[in-house]
């Protein structure tokens, strides 16, 4: 066995798949996340030295599209959370069978923006919405516009 000994912020498992993919002899990888100690099965030549020096430096704990899987999953949660908290509102205004229809009709694009986690989606369907003096207010767009942009961390309109 022998042990190359470096100190990078990776991804352990990732890591081995990564240097698994370009065939070399790997044995295990032992530490933490930022002190590893990569441990192959033979004495690498300066060849495979090299392509494990590449993988290394090529190797990033987390990948842009899990980052960005992430943000989505996040976004829908905070979607999920959002039309349920309205949901109860409306329940607990009373709202007839034909009110609500009338909301599910009028916001069935800004639900799904939010269920879906597009959210500057949701803040386009939200100005586009017909308010009026009881069901969708102006106050009530106002407050979901705030929350909304609060969320994204971006300046209330």
Aim: charged share 20%; hydrophobic share 45%.
């Amino acid at each position: 066995m022998f042990n190359y000994t470096l100190t990078k912020d990776a991804n352990l498992d990732k890591l081995t798949v990564e240097i698994k993919a370009v065939g070399l002899p790997l044995s295990c990888i032992n530490g933490n996340d930022s002190s590893l100690e990569i441990v192959m099965i033979t004495e690498l030549d300066e060849a495979q030295q090299s392509q494990l020096a590449t993988v290394i430096t090529a190797h990033q704990k987390v990948t842009a599209a899990e980052v960005v899987k992430a943000k989505i999953l996040a976004a829908m949660d905070f979607g999920r959370q959002f039309t349920a908290e309205y949901g109860a509102s409306n329940v607990l205004a009373g709202l007839t069978l034909a009110e609500v229809e009338y909301m599910m009709e009028a916001t069935a694009k800004l639900q799904q923006a939010l269920l879906t986690g597009s959210l500057y989606v949701a803040l386009v369907e939200l100005a586009r919405l017909p308010t009026d003096d009881t069901i969708i207010t102006v106050a009530k767009v106002t407050e979901a516009r705030n929350k909304i942009q609060t969320y994204l961390g971006i300046t209330l309109t």
